[in-house]
T-cell receptor, first 112, second 118 residues
């Protein structure tokens, strides 16, 4: 079946630290991959995406590269800010009427 | 961009009452909407897929008589938690499916509803 595994955390970092949140997937086809962010008390917002192998998604200083050979889509940011504190979800989508498949989410706390 | 509006954002009510949550797609038509429940440890659980004009498809383990879903128009789906009890307290999130031209993601999410049953 289709599934997403991401490091569960929580992750606590100091401001300006480097962030990596690992995400790997299993899929029966060729999925699109997404990172969503959820700020406290809010719904999910699309952070970035990649639709095919070797694509790099980027937004707000975050990056993730679609690695087909390792079935991974790790999220990185070179210098986190306090405002990046949120829960991050990795997800895959196979298209058509398929559902979004989410990882369990990783809570990030950035301290000043 | 596409916007999904969810209402109310927060509701507190007594045990035994029914609560209705609305999910609207504001600038596009959504034949499919999804309802999720988020547990305290943050994981998202898909409850059901709501299809306009037909019955919702519930995930395994979700009580369809407890969580009534109606998708009467292309822009509105409602989730009614019937005879709510404290264990139904949770954060409920809806999303609307939008594919094709003008969409950069398969689902657009509402801001969620915090339901607290006393």
């Amino acid at each position: 079946g289709n599934s997403v595994t991401q490091m569960e955390g929580p992750v606590t970092l100091s401001e300006e630290a480097f962030l990596t949140i690992n995400c790997t997937y299993t899929a029966t086809g060729y999925p699109s991959l997404f990172w969503y962010v959820q700020y406290p008390g809010e719904g999910l917002q699309l952070l970035l995406k990649a639709t095919k192998a070797d694509d790099k998604g980027s937004n707000k200083g975050f990056e993730a590269t679609y690695r087909k050979e390792t079935t991974s889509f790790h999220l990185e940011k070179g210098s986190v800010q306090v405002s990046d504190s949120a829960v991050y979800f990795c997800a895959l989508y196979l298209g058509g009427s398929e559902k979004l498949v989410f990882g369990k989410g990783t809570k990030l706390t950035v301290n000043p | 961009g596409a916007v999904v509006s969810q209402h109310p954002s927060r509701v507190i009510c007594k045990s035994g009452t029914s609560v209705k949550i609305e999910c609207r797609s504001l600038d596009f038509q959504a034949t499919t909407m999804f309802w999720y429940r988020q547990f305290p440890k943050k994981s998202l659980m898909l409850m059901a897929t709501s299809n306009e004009g037909s019955k919702a498809t519930y995930e395994q383990g979700v009580e369809k008589d407890k969580f009534l879903i109606n998708h009467a128009s292309l822009t509105l789906s409602t989730l009614t938690v019937t005879s709510a009890h404290p264990e139904d307290s949770s954060f409920y999130i809806c999303s609307a499916s939008r594919t094709g031209v003008g969409s950069n993601q398969p689902q657009h999410f509402g801001d969620g509803t915090r339901l607290s049953i006393l």
